[in-house]
């Protein structure tokens, strides 16, 4: 008999119910449990959820629940607070999700669970970060959705402006998932082609293409009030990549203390190796001198708003 690849999303929300749909159609886990401070609301999602379950290929068991549930799963997904409003940035967020999370938190610490914390709340990198602290877990079982999303989205302006496939682009979003985060070039390619030497692609276009990806969040705001299927979408490949242990390399937020270009005792968004036991190790890029300072700039933010909360 298979072994049962449960999943808790802490959160059933709009972005908390995009994944449990994600998971869903993509055949990914056997059991999905929501669990939501307001109950009646996650009974309802879920027994919405698991109509449609009925035609998956796969069997899957949609339920409501509560942090019992959480002593035999893989994985649980903090999904729970605040969205961003329009003209609010992630980091207005903090005050609000902060307390939010620290329950969620100090109820799981409750139970016996001993699978991977993988944080979708927003500021995303501060949060994994208070997550970690309350916690009390090795780091490696704490991972962000970091720039995951951020980068699937550099990957589609690139494809679009190059009319290639998007399999085709390897590049990287890297640091805050945020208004910091910048696009690492130096390292980024469509097949083996080093995307500064593409035809076709100008500095002009690969500065539109970053202030695309940078804005974008803002524009689904400003059009539809909050952004969910691709974050949704993002974490369901994190954790496909987690329960197939996969050992993919994907720019989640994760725990630097290694002084990695100057940075330690920060999650922020940097490629590592991600498999079944949560985050294995950074891949270390080489970059260039003004990557460099960006990343710094984006980690100064970092720790310059932890700062200022204190």
């Not at 998956?56 to 409003?85: H, N």
């Not at 399999?167 to 990287?172: D, G, Q, R, T, Y």
């Not at 293409?209 to 994190?238: Q, W």
């Amino acid at each position: 008999m298979a072994e049962t690849q449960k999943i808790v999303i802490v959160g059933a929300g709009l972005v908390g119910t995009s994944l449990a749909y994600a998971l869903i159609t993509q055949c990914i886990g056997s059991e999905i449990i929501l669990i939501d401070i307001d109950k009646r609301k996650a009974e309802g999602e879920a027994l919405d959820l698991s109509h449609g379950a009925a035609f998956s290929p796969r069997t899957v068991i949609v339920k409501s629940g509560t942090y019992k549930d959480l002593e035999k799963a893989q994985i649980v997904v903090i999904a729970a607070g605040a969205s961003q409003a329009e003209n609010e940035t992630r980091i207005d967020l903090l005050k609000k999700n902060k307390q939010v999370v620290k329950n969620i938190v100090k109820e799981i610490k409750k139970v016996d669970f001993k699978g991977i914390y993988l944080v979708a709340t927003n500021p995303v990198d501060l949060i994994s970060k208070f997550v970690f602290e309350e916690a009390g877990v090795p780091a490696k079982r704490i991972i962000g959705s970091g720039t995951v999303l951020d980068t699937a989205r550099l990957r589609h302006e690139i494809a679009k402006t190059a009319n290639v496939h998007v399999s085709n682009v390897h590049a990287l979003i890297l640091g805050e998932h945020g208004d910091t985060e910048f696009v690492c070039w130096s390292n980024a390619t469509i097949s083996v082609k080093p995307i500064i030497d593409f035809p076709g692609i100008t500095a002009k276009d690969r500065k539109i293409i970053e202030n695309k990806v940078r804005n974008a969040a803002y524009e689904i705001i400003e059009r539809k009030l909050a952004t969910y299927y691709g974050i949704g979408m993002a974490l369901a490949f994190i954790i496909n990549a987690i329960l197939d242990d996969k050992r993919s390399i994907l720019s989640v937020s994760t725990l630097i203390n290694s002084d990695y270009y100057g940075i330690h005792n920060l999650f922020i968004g940097l490629p590592v190796l991600v498999s079944k036991d949560g985050v294995q190790g950074l891949i270390e890029l080489k970059l260039n001198k003004e990557e460099k300072a960006m990343l710094k700039k984006s980690a100064d933010f970092l720790k310059d708003t932890l700062k200022n909360l204190k």
